[in-house]
């Protein structure tokens, strides 16, 4: 009998979800022979009646290598335990999931998806039976058991492309300008960006600053001609005043104030006479096709997802670790979250370079 197997891409998209569904589609269908379908909208397909699928054939995969977002679409509203009703109450809607799951005919389920896709993948395949498999994807790379996500590279390609850009305009008004990119949690973005792009000032959510020292590097670099100074700001970085307050009360703060570029730029404010400006590159960083590193990567975990499937290790995720795809139980794969090492090679290698790190 034919293997049939449903895909879903959950959570924030990142370039190089569509290169995934491509490689598993062409290796699957292609050479296995496999039925492989798609659901739309995470999990949301399943849920409406009629339920909302797609069967990806090769025909369907044409052109997805370079495509950005999902032909799937995916949502991060679509937790089946906790799923956002109309009336605004939250509803376990889990057994519909598989109940529905069962009326296709499905055999597994592959979740291309961040941490929460993976937690919600695993408590499926727990509570309700379903067999998984894992793909790791947010452009945030802060799934500790794999080197990479996909989509990380391109979102650093775009944010060291808007440094660039910033410099020009920066020198040219010799102007402070603060670069906001995505890091709520984890500031890898900011770090590989910040230096790839030539910043003068990296702030991570991992290293609360104090405004005294980015203060004191601006006037140092006016002090030697350099008029203009570029501030690299990671979603959730923070002054030192707010580093007491708990996740999601630092997120309320930040996001009352317009943000952490906006907050770092105003606690400058008493101590600098620099003219300053924000920018918030947002979902530039998620859009658009993925580079080759992420076409690689992608293509590499879809082909490795197969693997899986096909050796039925379900409860696995397929990761890169040391340059090998291989699998990793999806429960270890959650269970540590990754953060930005402030002691490792990389942080030692911008502050080695001058670059200011608030602390
Ligand atoms: O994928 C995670 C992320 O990139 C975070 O860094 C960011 O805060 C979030 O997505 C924003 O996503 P959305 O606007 O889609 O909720």
Redesign the pocket.
Known sequence: MKRRIGIMTG??D?PGLNAVIRAFVKRGVGQLGWEVIGIEDSLNGLLDTPHRLQCLTMRSCQGLLHRGGTILGTT?RGNPFEYPMPDGSVANRADEIAQAFRDEGLEGLVGIG?DGTQKISLRLMEDCGIPVVGVPK???NDLSATDFTFGFQSAVDCATDALDRLHTTAESHERVMFLEV???DAGHIALHAGIAGGADIILLPEIPYDPQRLADKVKRRQKIGRLFTIVMVA?GAVPLALAELSAEERKQRLSEAGGAAHVAMESMRPISDAEMRVCVLG?L??GGGPVPFDRLLATRFGVGAVDLVEQDRWGEMVRLKNGVIDGVPIKDAIAVYRLVDTEGQLVSAARAVGIELGA
Do not use: S, Y
Request: cysteine-free.
């Open positions: 959570g924030g990142a991060n961040g947010t452009i945030d995505m890091g709520r979603e979902h960083q998620r």
